[in-house]
């Protein structure tokens, strides 16, 4: 009822939109809109009310509540259900166990602040509140096991194209999974997947976005590596606006991964996205550290590295610096 409201203000920006109207539209009394109204108030947002005229939005705080989200979004799968949580402790859990029970591919869950946001390889991710995009997305590709980390590539360039678009600077892809501005990271993917003998059941697509996150708020260990779109850009950007851009930068994408059954036909525009190859790397695998020249990525987004002795080596997963 109260998305309803905020949609019914927006449609008339500037201008009173009668109790009465609200009322009709709604089915219920002049009561029960006040009290919708106070709440909305209550949230931050600012809306006039006057006596004889109606109600008018003002301004809106800078949430990432369903409604905040839904205003605007031109997706037509990716966030067409929107799962919103103040706190949690991570979003790709609540996502995880939404995926268990049914819930329709491009379900979104989002919240305001993470107490145990997960990176990869076990590490912590920085979910603090107020300040930053923390969603997981549930996808159903109809896709061999195989080809289901490829996501993680595809998600990639959907993200550096929306960061760059937000921000107006270059964003860069750091295989597999960050994307930098200047060398540090503003945002990481973890992809976690459930699946049965070769077929992907459904994938949680964990994204983190450091959006209006101070630099000095950053933890001691990260501060240096870490940057936000505030940031980078000078000025705070309302993070509803960063979700809607990052989903309809990856609608599209998805659309073709799934189509053309892999990465393969995305190749180059990770490339034109990527700040990876080239670069004198050392890769951390679960199997060791391999050191050599950053030389391309198959269509399967495996990185092939060229030691110093000429030999090359393929890596399937890594943490990677250069
Ligand atoms: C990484 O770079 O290590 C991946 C970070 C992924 C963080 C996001 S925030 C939303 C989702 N929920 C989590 O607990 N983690 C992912």
């Known amino acids: 009822m109260q998305s309803t409201i905020l949609q019914m203000l927006r449609e008339h920006p500037g201008d009173f939109v009668s109790g009465e109207a609200m009322c009709n539209t709604l089915g219920v009394s002049r009561t029960a809109v006040w009290k919708h109204i106070k709440d909305l108030q209550d949230a931050g947002y600012q809306i006039e009310a006057v006596r004889n005229k109606g109600y008018r939005l003002q301004s809106s705080p800078d949430l ?110 750091k295989w597999p999974n960050d994307i930098l501005f200047n060398k540090k990271k503003c945002c990481g993917i973890l992809t976690e997947m459930h699946a049965e003998f070769d077929q992907i059941h459904h994938l949680v697509l964990g994204i983190g976005i450091n959006v209006n996150v101070p630099q000095e708020d950053f933890p001691e260990d990260i501060q240096h590596i870490a940057t936000s779109l505030q940031a980078v850009k000078g000025t705070p950007i309302p993070r509803a606006k960063v979700v809607q851009v990052v989903l309809e930068e990856l609608e599209p994408l998805y659309r073709q991964y799934v189509a053309d059954g892999g990465f393969g036909t995305l190749r180059d525009q990770w490339k034109a996205h990527n700040i990876t190859l080239g670069n004198e790397i050392i890769a951390h695998t679960a199997q060791g550290t391999i050191q050599g020249r950053a030389l391309d990525i198959d269509e399967f987004g495996v990185l092939l590295v060229e030691q110093p002795d000429g030999e090359q080596k393929k890596i399937y997963s890594a943490d990677i610096m250069f």
């Open 64 to 173: 990432v509540t369903a409604a905040e989200i839904r205003d605007g979004l031109s997706t037509t799968v990716l966030g067409q259900t929107i799962v919103y949580r103040e706190t949690i402790d991570s979003t790709n859990n609540l996502a995880q166990e939404l995926a268990n029970n049914g819930a329709m591919e491009g379900t979104l869950v989002i919240a305001d602040e993470q107490q145990q946001g997960r990176g990869r390889r076990g590490r912590n991710w920085f979910s603090p509140p107020h300040s930053g995009v923390w969603m997981s997305l549930i996808l159903r590709p109809q896709l061999p096991l195989a080809h289901a980390a490829q996501i993680t590539l595809v998600t990639a360039i959907a993200l550096a194209k929306a960061l760059t678009r937000l921000t107006g600077v270059q964003a860069g892809i």
